[in-house]
Nanobody
């Protein structure tokens, strides 16, 4: 399984960005895809995730500002980020988990200027 992420960039505070991540290869139909982020000097943390059968969770810090969604084929996950804040600046990583599989995509940098 491979993950290809895109959509990072530089945006001013209050702006929006949309991240995308597509999974390819043999994927078990029941899985969880999500986004994590790691800011300089901090540990990687969950931003939001979405299971293939519905449901998911958000970090408290992004609740109400970020929205995670998946395409009908359930192989692409999106993260719509609105009302961005400088503290959202981080490298964002896509992830997929199922059975004993736990795969990370390459990180995409999101920089929010004040």
């Amino acid at each position: 399984v491979q993950l290809q992420a895109s959509g990072g960039g530089l945006v001013q505070a209050g702006g929006s960005l949309r991240l995308s991540c597509t999974a390819s290869g043999q994927i078990y139909r029941i899985n969880v895809m999500g986004w994590y982020r790691q800011a300089p000097g901090k540990e990687r943390e969950l931003v939001a995730d979405s299971s293939s059968f519905g449901g998911g969770e958000y970090a408290d810090s992004v609740q109400g500002r970020f929205t995670i969604s998946r395409d009908n084929a359930r192989t692409t996950v999106y993260l719509q980020m609105d009302s961005l804040k400088p503290e959202d600046t981080a490298v964002y990583y896509c992830n997929i988990k199922y059975l004993r599989t736990n795969v990370w995509g390459q990180g995409t940098l999101v920089t929010v200027s004040s």
